[in-house]
């Protein structure tokens, strides 16, 4: 019963538990919700730990605990530590997360920044829910573009050899980053790539280009604290070993499955393009699976297309025992999705699933001014400017601070401003200030025992402020978040929660500068002190967690 959901109301005046069971389960038990509502609420008021239960509406329960339950509560969060909400989800998938893949013809740009943030956060978010992840880079070093970026660096090559080459060609990649590699080939061969013949150099090039390129960006991803653990090379699925490719093998299958057949295509709709061939070609029968038309598995030159190496791209997932394939792509990949998702059921039909995560572009401003020219690429902002200038916690925190599908604009002053209206700030400073009472509870008052079990055998019953409970309340929310956003594919949903959670805590904090007696430490009372503390440890813990499922730090102090 999935649909079944105990959580917060949303106006705390309804009490601490809203469930909505005497809906969901009204139709099927052939009774009216309220009338439902009223036989479950008499059983739940006999059950310990709850003062009150309400029916209201067309028939949600209204559940208040009593005060004592939040502080032992607390105690259990303090004893789970920041493994507090950890495997929500038993008996996870396997889930291959596979983000980024740029192709590996320069460095990593901005447009690649939220992709990668976004797929790493969602993986680690259900390695921490309970699921077996494996976060994986896909290399299209089979392309066209593979050719140009060999030309491109050939022109570098000669360039470094001293050749008049002039300005690089149009069609070329113009970056500057391709200047080292062209020095490197020169100091190391010389002018003897020159008499080779072409076929040969240009293998020679487009290896060492890739080689060359896919170090440039595991560097840019790491300066983002992302990490692969798998390369996939997509030119393993054309190489063929004993005359037979992965493209190959797949073809073969799928046509014994009646996927693959030879047929034509209707012409597209409208004016013809230019290249419209109408022949017999190899096809994909993704119809059957919920594409909109069939798609060309071999080019008119007898070479795959790039769908033939996306279905022996997935098979190969399948095969390695992945019960679920998520893609995070950017938004201009939108028209994928159906045939991806066709891809999967004609390969795995129910024993897998593929999911596609869509994220939108990000715009750059400097105070509000748009920023237009890179200083190492010319023709577009890298991913290594942006997280030098302005660190990788605030990039990484602010690339989830929309949900993907949503433009974000990513302000390089405001996201590095030391105030309330940074969000990442807000959030760090929060983890701060919690290490920083607790440094200063045992400066003033040496004689208190912070361990772990003191924490969890303080008389946390002490704790009664509506602000403390506020507290407790919002920590306890943390598995249901955990949850929540690693089902339905949302890591955002973390960078929200901890903002909110660090709302309450600054909140509270502020009220004890109006109240004194609700100020964490009260050198005069020992016990009330140490449940506060037991409340700022659980509250440090869970920041603590939700950042390092974003990928920011959690600071131990800030100035």
Known sequence: MSRIAVEPPR?????????????????????????????LAARLEREPGITSVQIAGPGFINIRLETG???RHLRRIVGAGRDFGRGVVPGGKKVNVEYVSANPTGPMHVGHCRGAVVGDALANLLDFAGFEVTKEYVINDAGVQIDVLARSVEHRYREALGEPVGAVPEGLYPGDYLVPLGRALAQEFGDKLIDIPDGERMALLRDRAIEAMMALIKEDLALLNVHHDIFFSERTLHERKDGVSEIDRMLKEMRE???????????????LPEDWEDREQVLFRSTEVGDDMDRP???????????AADVAYFKDKFERGFDRMVYVLGADHGGYV????????AVAGENAELDVLLTQLVKLYRDGEPVRMSKRAGDFITLREVVEEVGVDPVRFMMLYRKPEAPLDFDFAKVTEQSKDNPVFYVQYAHARCRSVLRQALAEMPEIDLSPAALMASDTALLTDQGELALIRKIAEYPRIIEQAALADEPHRIAFYLHELASELHSHWNRGKEMPELRFINPKNAKLTLARMALLQALSDVLA????IVGASAPEEMR
Do not use: C, I, Q
């Open 11 to 39: 106006d705390p005046a309804h009490g601490d538990l809203a469930v909505n069971a005497a809906m969901v389960l009204a139709k099927p038990l052939g009774m009216a919700p309220r009338e439902l509502a009223a036989k």
């Open 69 to 71: 339950w939040w502080g």
């Open 338 to 345: 159906k045939r991806l998702k066709a891809v999967a059921r």
């Open 297 to 307: 598995l071999v080019k008119s030159d007898g070479t795959y297309t790039y769908f």
């Open 257 to 271: 499955r009646g996927y693959v057949y030879d047929g034509r295509l209707p012409p597209p709709k409208g004016e």
């Open 545 to 548: 967690s939700g950042l390092s």
